[in-house]
């Protein structure tokens, strides 16, 4: 792809030298131009170039007769309609990776909200009473460990359906992080903003959003961020049981089926939705949060 | 008795200590202190005293452990917006603007008794005492530090305070700007007649605003160790008074009651 790229700019750079010369308007506008393509090639041909000689490695790697996994050649060779058309529809459960992942963003939107409120309300309970703090703190630091396809048989055994159970299995992977960073915001809270409330006389309430969550912010939202990541690996777990079109549903039926090329393709979709997410939920909070990082 | 309807503020032998573990620190000692309406005191003492625990007390922030404090006969036990605090570090919350900062006290505590238009008025009102108004819009993080201590006054008389109370307000800001905000406070007072306790260790920033200078015995188990009356006349130009008689005279005994009576030991125990 890029070496196509390259030929294709090659030639109109040359008519370009000639005519442009003797402006000296448009030689700025030329060094403004060059300056941001050398900025976006500083940003982006670094990661282009990791990943050509990844992509390299791996398919001197695999191209033995007995290898376990498939070449990024096949890869392509055989799962490019999945990578090219993300939205196709041909049938319920034949439809583009692009529908999959929009599965199971719902599914996740629902556990991670969940989580979300829970979490901060949890959190700002906690860290206003050091005895709360106290007798949580080790029970969710011991709890925070337990991967989220561990969850799976006992949420199963307590819904008795698959999709509360897969929710469910999303919210308790996501929530111990917004716990313990809201619970640490709210201790982190000044004594003095802690002296104007009392001064004025503001009820819990009030309190609440007037000066905890602007103030523990920034806090809340770096466990938002990492609750997010966590509930979007869980999808795989949570989908193992709740069948239907989402992308980790579509890894598990790919294995069943023995479509590794598929799963690959999956991978990727997965990594960078999770990415994307990411980085959405760090925008927000910048955005939320504004003011209090001075 | 009879003297009831003098005491505004009424401090009645007040001590209070911290309870750490076992470990009992006594930090106020019976302190006896009556305040009138109107009046400005000054508490001055080195640091350490106490100084800031009695304020806190009055403000209702920490708890006496014995005596009373009342304000017009009603005990003092809880803080609320009749005895307003301007705090040393400003404590304006960064992520409203100056005038959200004063709004929120505001709406607070005239929300049943002012309408809309009547509480905006009056936000501006108090942003213009202490010339605020061209920065209502920006942000603590973008103004000065003593325009910041303005914002907190303003913020603390919107309350339409009882008492005021300022706990070492212009500590932290330069010579020339401390004197700016005693102008301001000078003719903030001279204006509504408030009540104002000012924490300070200024000698001349006591004598200069006060009615009556409190100075505290040194810790542990600090007390009122005199009380002097500055009968210098309103209002008071500090030029002026750089050389008046009475002036002179009470700076004077208020640093020979710090550094000869009640000379700080830096480390005593």
Request: hydrophobic letters at 50%; glycine letters at 8%; a neutral charge.
């Amino acid at each position: 792809m890029s070496v196509v790229a390259l030929k294709k700019t090659a030639p109109p750079a040359k008519q370009a030298t000639a005519e442009v010369l003797p402006l000296p308007v448009t030689a700025r506008s030329g060094q403004w131009l060059r300056k941001s393509v050398s900025g976006f090639g500083a940003a982006v041909l670094p990661p282009l170039v990791v990943l050509f000689v990844l992509l390299a490695i791996w398919q001197i790697a695999f191209s033995g007769p007995n290898a376990g996994l498939p070449t990024p050649t096949k890869v392509w060779a055989e799962s490019s309609e999945l990578i090219l058309d993300p939205f196709f529809v041909y049938g319920s459960q034949d439809i583009g990776l692009g529908w999959r992942v929009l599965t199971s963003l719902e599914r996740v939107a629902y556990g991670f909200g969940l989580a979300a409120v829970a979490g901060v309300l949890m959190g700002a309970l906690i860290g206003q009473s050091a005895l709360m703090m106290r007798g949580f703190d080790p029970i969710f630091q011991v709890l925070r460990t337990v991967p989220p396809l561990a969850w799976l048989p006992i949420s199963l055994a307590a819904f008795m359906d698959s999709r509360p159970s897969a929710i469910f299995v999303i919210f308790i992977t996501a929530i111990w992080p917004i716990i313990i960073n809201t619970a640490a915001g709210v201790r982190a809270i000044p004594q003095d903003y802690r002296n104007v409330a009392a001064v004025l006389r503001l009820n819990q309430i009030e309190f609440f959003w007037k000066i905890m969550v602007p103030s523990a912010a920034p806090y809340i939202f770096s466990g938002l961020r990492i609750g997010v990541g966590l509930s979007w690996l869980a999808i795989v777990a949570a989908e193992m049981l709740t069948g239907g079109v989402g992308i980790g549903f579509f890894i598990w039926d790919a294995w069943n089926s023995s479509r590794l090329t598929d799963i690959i393709v999956a991978l990727i979709y997965i990594g960078v939705t999770g990415f994307v997410l990411d980085r959405l939920v760090g925008w927000i909070g910048s955005v939320v949060s504004r003011g209090t990082a001075t | 008795m009879t003297m009831a309807p003098t005491k505004y503020l009424h401090i009645d032998r007040v001590c209070k200590s911290f309870t750490n573990g076992s470990k009992v620190t006594e930090v106020l000692s019976d302190i006896r202190l009556t305040i009138d309406k109107g009046e400005f005191v000054s508490i001055i003492g080195h640091s350490g005293c106490g100084k800031s625990t009695l304020l806190n007390l009055i403000a209702g922030l920490t708890d006496v452990t014995t005596g009373a404090l009342k304000l017009e006969g009603r005990e003092v036990n809880a803080p609320g917006p009749e005895r307003a605090v301007v705090f040393q570090n400003h404590s304006l919350l960064p992520w409203l603007s100056v005038y959200d900062n004063v709004k929120l006290a505001v709406t607070k505590v005239f929300s049943s008794t002012k309408s809309r238009a009547e509480r905006h008025d009056w936000i501006m009102q108090n942003l213009d005492l202490v010339q605020m108004t061209h920065a209502a819009d920006k942000r603590p993080g973008e103004i000065s530090g003593g325009m910041r201590q303005r914002v907190g006054i303003a913020r603390a008389l919107s309350m339409e305070p009882k008492v005021l109370l300022l706990d070492e307000p212009f500590g932290a800001l330069d010579a020339l700007t401390r004197a700016h905000l005693q102008d301001a406070v000078m003719d903030i007072h001279a204006r509504l007649g408030n009540t104002m306790i000012m924490i300070t260790h200024d000698v001349d920033e006591a004598v200069l605003l006060a009615d009556r200078i409190v100075m505290m015995t040194n810790g542990p188990a600090a007390t009122i160790g005199e009380v002097l009356d500055v009968a210098i006349p309103r209002p008071r130009d500090r030029i002026a008074l750089a050389s008046h008689p009475d002036y002179v005279r009470a700076r004077e005994s208020v640093l020979r009651f710090l550094y000869e009576r009640h000379r700080f030991v830096e480390a005593a125990e």
